[in-house]
């Protein structure tokens, strides 16, 4: 019964980013409200309330933050912003917070494996890379991404060719998927160019 | 019954602390009220689920937000100015 | 055996006087810790409180100190005895780390409380009470009035030192 | 319908208002007041006991917040 | 099986779980269609744009950095493959993510190109690709949430899918396609790479075309 | 969950989300925010999804200090 | 089959060639003779033949081959009374053969004509409504079963008068000379056919041949209904002389206008079909 | 008339302004099939909550090496469907006995009704989704790339 009720107001939510979208003229804040077009959409699905529903959502978040980011950097290289911020934030909980916290979230995140771990997992590692700067690990990282893509497929055809080895299969896509999704995450807390560059 | 008493203390603090705390105009002196709040909010965790995950939980929420606080004061303060 | 009221109101007072005693001894009022402590500290001097009460208060905001060491402690001595007091005191002390608190203020503080709770428990006090009396104490220091609030710490400051 | 499911259709529609009339009309206060619809639509999730996918929304949420001060920042105005 | 008297017949079915992809005659000749410009991005080399000096008998071929060229070659048959994935899918969310995907690599093909024009029209197409999303998924999310199922092999014929889902799947693939709104699709077209900027053209034309058949089915 | 918390939290929830909706000044939204936060956790663990809800404490603050980054340069320039 | 086609292909010149005759004479010139068109293909079949050094090589080719093979499919589909969509759907697929013909000469004419083409893409969405329309009224997409449903019910030109109009719209905005061709106008030379010469051209015009016969067909097969050979013919052509009238008599329009005219029709018929599946 | 709508259509600054109109019409029209809309979607995958068990809310019943029942669309596709979701390995086994509120953990961990869904089921959804990822970063790489070398 709340399906009826909570949809209408959903399409109202949408309605609302949509209307914003449509008065606003400036680039970047066009891209800031493509957040919230996003937040309303996934809204929508997340009103179906079945297992299903939860699959599907997780897919959907990931395209989102996918196109932020591939758009960011878009606007960045059309507005010509090349060159990285002159005074960089410093705290006294950036020195201390970083190893503890993201400790904890890249340790949760690989226990929990799968999307949900990537995710995690790789705002632990962003935030390390936020607050402490980084050296050159973009290649390595990129690399293990790209071999771990490889073996989610693998996992993939196992599943689909051979199911009677569900369980190595399921092994290796919660893996490849973990690592997938955690390096890419991580490798936008390198992609800031702050200090140590 | 002890619990509920706990409960109904911890829930008026609670909403007194955030009033306070949002009608207060000032940065920083809002945040005491928001640390009230957040001890208020750490109890009625701990209260609502008797459980020892949800001391982790109510630990978390409170370190977790002091560190919030923490930061927006130094943020606001200018950080370490030694760079 | 006491009405919860009462326990309470009791409780209250005694976490009132653990945390700050602990933390006047471990000299939380002498400076903020962080820039953001400091702040906090000299802008609740410049609205007519005590400069030291007034970093105390930062202190407090920025950090798990005692008067968190003390709620967590009671909080897991709701949850698991003492046990879970001593479980508190642990996080405390990851806590304190994570918001760049050099001190043992709250790990001290959650060692004794979760004592304190433990054997109060045994003579009738329920853990939750101190939960609610350690709100209620922290209500008077943090969310009356910082004015008077960071006057009385102030001078309890000056006697220490 | 759930007190939860109804606080969160409401966080949600405030939220979409705040985010799309921001006060004052600059980039950050729109990535902070962007947060605003996000916790509804965790406050439906939650409703719908969708657990894991909140788990990994509010992640999510927090990198992409990262990716938009970033690009904010190299622009340099608030 | 489904024989609708719509699209032809069916020809053979593709079974990944859930998902059942299929080819009637009619998903299978836009099939062949993408297949074939797929191979061609990879094959065919591209063009050598020539300007003309105006004032002047004088033109020049412009040097484009091959670099770029390899990079636009990997999105333009990224998005081939996406294409050849949204053709044959039977499912209404997969179909939804593949329009997503080819969104982002339309977007990859042009952004390379380091003219302003060109880089303008891709972000603001960008940001009506990366909406879009949200009407494609809002749509498939409606028709689950009325159906009960995904599968245009259950659906199909049915008639279930309230109109409301259908319109914003047309919507949402208008979007990601830029079918209609020409207008950032033609400043694209201005970037160099003919076989690798047809992509983009081919992709959207058949996505739509797709979505069509999809919306008459459902 | 008694009525009367989900009452009182829902009331610190919608206060704190026109707080940070209305007020101007960053910070001032940020603190607003975090009262909003403080309203949202207790439904989290009241459904018993306590590992959620320890995730969720973790990850707030390190949003707001990501969004710090710009609020701090903005305090620069007004400087 | 191919007589078939090489039958089609013949006729379309010819259609061409009437085309031209008749704007002519409806401008006061006398006009090339209407067997032109075809001795142009004979002609551009022995002409020497290369590829500009410009050019995208395989694209420059396979695009021809394209162009034949989509208008053979589309011939195919209405003989064998195939299914509508994928009739259209073939029809849009020449908007890419004109994309790839600008884009792959690497010549700036040819790049503008492609540009155009991308623009006036959006003018394709009048089919679809139209096929709406036509699914709406006679529930079936197959050809044969539409020819069926005209042989029971009488041509559905007077059912859906606006699908026909709009289908009337698109039909004219391929024609030559039309006021909506414009990607072959002459300020950008010939648009984007102006590198592709010798065979390559002779296969375009081939191509083009048949395109013209199949729609004027597919317009008369879908709106006329069933009807001898010899009639067809004579109703091809009173079809193509009241399109040689509109684009004698109207101006050039410019690119943009173009499109939101389309634009405009294409609203139109959608609200129709809207109402009508509210009506029906 | 016909001039000023070209002139706007013809900036593709005015895109997403055209875009959102578009989608504002489809929502307006739609609305009015909003009362026809009604909710059936619990077909597939539907939850049954169980607050009293350790895997909530995601118990879906099964011993770990055997099967249990999914609601799937096509169970004959998937030949072991069940079998992830009723898998547990050693370390979600250890938590689920040790307390009941860390269904969520568990369900993630490997095995369990998601993985089910994501890799087995629906696996196609899970390919497409991180070749968009892959493909996004690749753009962001590439040109955050060149913008520094």
């Known amino acids: 019964m709340s399906y009826e009720i909570a949809l209408p107001v959903v399409l109202v939510a949408v309605a609302i980013a949509f209307i914003a979208l449509m008065i606003e003229k400036d680039d970047l804040h066009r891209l800031l409200l493509t957040d919230l077009a996003e937040i309303t959409g996934l809204a929508i699905i997340a009103l179906v309330a079945t297992d299903l529903a939860e699959a599907l959502i997780l897919p959907g978040l990931v395209v989102g933050i996918s196109e932020l980011m591939a758009l960011s950097e878009v606007y960045l290289v059309k507005e010509g912003l ?49 607050c402490k700067g980084h050296d050159e690990a973009f290649e390595i990282i990129e690399t293990a991404s790209g071999y771990s893509w490889a073996l989610w497929i693998a996992a993939f055809f196992i599943f689909m060719l051979a199911p009677q080895y569900w369980l190595f299969a399921v092994m290796a896509a919660g893996g490849g998927i973990l690592l997938k999704v955690m390096a890419k995450m991580a490798l936008v807390g390198t992609m800031r160019g702050g200090r140590d560059v | ?39 208020a909010v750490a109890g009625i965790i701990v209260l609502v689920l008797n459980h020892p995950l949800s001391l982790l939980a109510a630990v978390a929420y409170f370190v977790g937000s002091t560190l919030e606080a923490n930061a927006i004061a130094s943020a606001k303060a200018g950080g370490v100015q030694n760079d | 055996m006491l009405a919860d009221y009462e326990q309470v109101l009791i409780a209250a007072v005694i976490c009132w006087l653990l945390f700050v005693t602990i933390d006047v001894l471990f000299r939380l009022p002498e400076k903020g810790g962080v820039s953001g402590a400091s702040a906090i500290g000299k802008k609740i001097e410049a609205d007519g409180g005590d400069l030291h009460g007034g970093y105390m208060m930062g202190n407090i905001v920025s950090s798990p100190d005692a008067s968190a060491g003390t709620l967590l402690a009671a909080c897991g001595v709701y949850v698991a005895g003492l046990p879970g007091g001593l479980a508190a005191a642990v996080l405390v002390y990851i806590g304190n780390r994570i918001c760049h608190d050099p001190g043992y203020a709250g790990t001290t503080g959650a060692v004794l409380a979760s004592l304190m709770v433990a054997g109060l428990a045994g003579i009738g006090f329920a853990p939750e009470n101190f939960i609610a009396g350690m709100v209620i104490a922290i209500l008077t220091i943090q969310g009356l009035s910082h004015r008077y609030a960071s006057r009385l710490l102030g001078s309890l400051w000056g006697w220490r030192s | 319908m759930e007190p939860e499911l109804l606080l969160g259709l409401a966080i949600l529609i405030i939220g979409a208002v705040a985010a799309a009339f921001p006060r004052p009309k600059t980039y950050l206060s729109r990535i902070i007041v962007l947060e605003i619809p996000a916790w509804g639509l965790l406050l439906m999730m939650l409703a719908y006991d969708e657990a894991l996918a909140l788990l990994t929304f509010i992640a999510v949420t927090a990198i992409s917040t990262f990716v938009m001060v970033r690009v904010v920042e190299r622009r340099g105005e608030p | 099986m489904f024989d609708l008297p719509i699209e032809g017949a069916e020809l053979l079915a593709v079974e990944f ?202 | 969950m008694i009525e009367f918390l989900q009452v009182i ?33 207790p439904f989290i663990v009241d459904r018993g999804y306590l590992d959620v809800a320890v995730v969720v404490a973790l990850v707030a603050p390190v949003t707001t200090i990501f969004v710090l980054t710009l609020a701090w340069r903005r305090d620069e320039h007004g400087a | 089959m191919i007589e078939y086609l090489i039958f089609a292909v013949f006729v379309g010149l010819l259609l061409h060639g009437i085309h031209r005759k008749a704007i002519a004479r409806i401008q006061g010139r006398p006009g090339p003779p209407i067997w032109q068109e075809i001795l142009h293909v004979l002609k551009f079949s022995f002409k020497e033949t290369w590829i500009p050094a410009t050019a995208s090589q395989t694209l420059f080719v396979a695009v021809v081959i394209i162009a034949i093979g989509v208008w053979s499919t589309a011939l195919f589909v209405l003989l064998t009374g195939g299914s509508l969509l994928l009739l259209f759907a073939v029809y849009m697929l020449h908007k890419i053969v004109e994309h790839g013909l600008g884009l792959s000469s690497g010549s700036p004419y040819g790049k503008f004509g492609a540009i155009r083409s991308v623009m006036s893409a959006a003018s394709e969405i009048p089919l679809f409504a ?9 529930g079936s997409l197959m050809i ?60 375009l015009e081939a191509a083009f041949g048949l395109k013209t016969f199949v729609l004027l067909y597919a317009f008369i097969v879908l709106f006329l209904g069933p009807m001898p050979l010899l009639l067809a013919a004579v109703a091809m052509v009173l079809l193509l ?34 109402l009508m599946g509210v009506i029906v | 008339m016909i001039r000023r709508i070209s002139e706007i259509l013809s900036e593709y600054e005015n895109l997403t302004f055209l875009y959102a109109v578009l989608v504002l019409v489809v929502l307006l029209i739609g609305a009015f099939s909003l009362p026809t809309i009604t909710y059936q979607g619990d077909d597939l995958y539907p939850k049954t909550i169980d607050r009293t068990s350790t895997l909530d809310p995601y118990d879906r019943g099964g011993e770990p090496f055997n099967t249990t029942t999914v609601a799937a669309q096509y169970p004959e596709n998937s030949p072991y469907l069940g079998y992830v979701t009723a898998y547990l390995t050693p370390l979600s ?6 307390t009941p509120h860390l269904g969520t953990t568990i369900v993630s961990h490997p095995g369990g009704i998601i993985d089910e869904i994501l890799y087995n089921t629906r696996g196609l959804d899970t390919v497409v989704e991180t070749s968009i990822l892959f493909t996004a970063f690749a753009i962001a790489s590439y040109l955050f790339r060149r913008r520094n070398g």
Request: glycine letters at 8%; one cysteine or more; a neutral charge.
């Open chain 2, 1 to 39: 019954m002890a619990e509920l008493i706990a409960l109904y203390i911890c829930g008026v603090i609670a909403l007194f602390a955030a009033l306070r705390c949002l009608i207060e105009k000032d940065t920083y002196l809002k945040l005491p009220y928001l640390n009230v709040m957040n001890f």
């Open chain 1, 82 to 130: 090349t060159e990285t911020p002159k005074r960089v934030m410093h705290l006294e909980v950036m020195d201390s917070a970083p190893a503890i916290l993201g400790g904890v979230l890249v340790i949760y995140g690989i226990v929990l494996s799968g999307f949900s771990g990537g995710a995690v997992a790789g705002l632990g590692l962003l935030f390390w890379f936020f």
């Open chain 8, 93 to 98: 086994l250890f938590l689920a006995e040790i």
């Open chain 7, 130 to 138: 139209t096929i709406a329309a036509i699914y709406l009224i006679t």
């Open chain 7, 144 to 203: 044969s079963d539409i020819q069926a449903w005209q042989a029971a019910h009488g041509p559905l030109l007077f059912t859906a008068l606006p699908a026909a109009i709009a289908l009337y719209i698109v039909v004219l905005a391929k024609m030559h000379y039309s006021p909506f061709a414009v990607i072959e106008s002459k300020e950008i030379v010939s648009g984007n056919v102006t590198e592709h010469f010798g065979v390559w051209r002779a296969g």
């Open chain 5, 17 to 218: 779980g859930d998902i059942v992809n299929y080819f009637s005659v009619y998903t299978a000749v836009l099939f062949v269609f993408a297949l074939l410009f797929t191979v061609l991005a990879i094959i065919s080399r591209p063009e050598k744009p020539v300007d003309i000096v105006f004032g002047g008998d004088a033109y020049y071929a412009k040097k484009i950095p091959p670099e770029q060229l390899r990079f636009q070659r990997f999105m333009a048959i990224a998005c081939g493959l996406a294409t050849l994935g949204a053709m044959i899918s039977g499912d209404l969310f997969n179909f939804t993510l593949f329009s997503s995907m080819i969104g982002i690599t339309n977007i990859g093909i042009v952004a390379a190109v380091k003219n302003k024009h060109v880089l303008e029209a891709a972000y603001q197409y960008g940001i009506v690709a990366m909406v879009a999303t949200v009407p494609l998924f809002g749509g498939a999310a409606i028709a689950l949430a009325t159906t009960g199922t995904l599968s245009i092999w259950e659906l199909a014929g049915a008639g279930a899918v309230p109109l409301l889902a259908k319109m914003l799947l047309v919507v949402g693939v208008m979007g990601e396609g830029m079918a209609p709104f020409y207008i950032g699709k033609a400043e694209i077209t201005r970037a160099p790479g003919a076989p690798y900027v047809l992509m983009i053209h081919v992709s959207s034309l058949l996505l739509f075309l797709r979505v069509v058949e999809i919306a008459l089915t459902v």
């Open chain 6, 9 to 41: 939290l829902a009331v610190i929830v919608l206060l704190g989300a026109f707080a940070t909706a209305l007020s101007r000044d960053p910070f001032n939204k940020l603190i607003a925010l975090g009262v909003m936060i403080g309203g949202i956790m």
């Open chain 7, 241 to 274: 002389l009241s399109l040689s009238f509109i684009c004698a008599l109207s101006p050039m329009l410019s690119p943009f206008d173009t499109v939101t005219i389309q634009i405009g029709t294409a609203g139109l018929i959608v609200v129709y079909v809207l």
